[in-house]
Nanobody, 131 residues
Framework: EVQLQASGGGLVQAGGSLRLSCAASGFNFDDYVIGWFRQAPGKEREGVACINNRGETTYYADSLKDRFTVSSDNAKNTVYLEIDSLKPEDTAEYLC????????????????????????WGQGTQVTVSS
């Protein structure tokens, strides 16, 4: 059974930091790109960042790349998203998803921000930033 479990969210004050985790199982982790997305209340889901299947290359949404860092530990089948200098507008549910690495290899890792291409989705973790 494929599972992607995001964790690490919580209530934090503006200016703080969080590290979210995405633990994957049930598929060959090394063959997939893992992407992070977020959805705020009343807004569409947006791509945040992704990391390629070897954990070597990352891609970020332009507006977020200064404060967000994605990394992976392939030995643990886990991808992390560190968010620094949190802002109230970062309040959202954060989700991780898996995309076949061959697709990203063919078209470029930038497609990792396109949610419609993903094969597997996990449940999210809520991040709430207070001002």
């Amino acid at each position: 059974e494929v599972q992607l479990q995001a964790s690490g969210g919580g209530l934090v004050q503006a200016g703080g930091s969080l590290r979210l985790s995405c633990a994957a199982s049930g598929f060959n982790f090394d063959d997939y790109v893992i992407g992070w997305f977020r959805q705020a209340p009343g807004k569409e889901r947006e791509g945040v960042a992704c990391i390629n299947n070897r954990g070597e290359t990352t891609y970020y949404a332009d507006s977020l790349k200064d404060r967000f860092t994605v990394s992976s530990d392939n030995a643990k089948n886990t991808v992390y998203l560190e968010i620094d200098s949190l802002k109230p507008e970062d309040t959202a549910e954060y989700l991780c998803a898996a995309l076949r690495g061959t697709v990203a290899t063919r078209y470029g890792l930038f497609i990792g921000l396109l949610q419609n291409l993903y094969d597997y989705w996990g449940q999210g973790t809520q991040v709430t930033v207070s001002s």
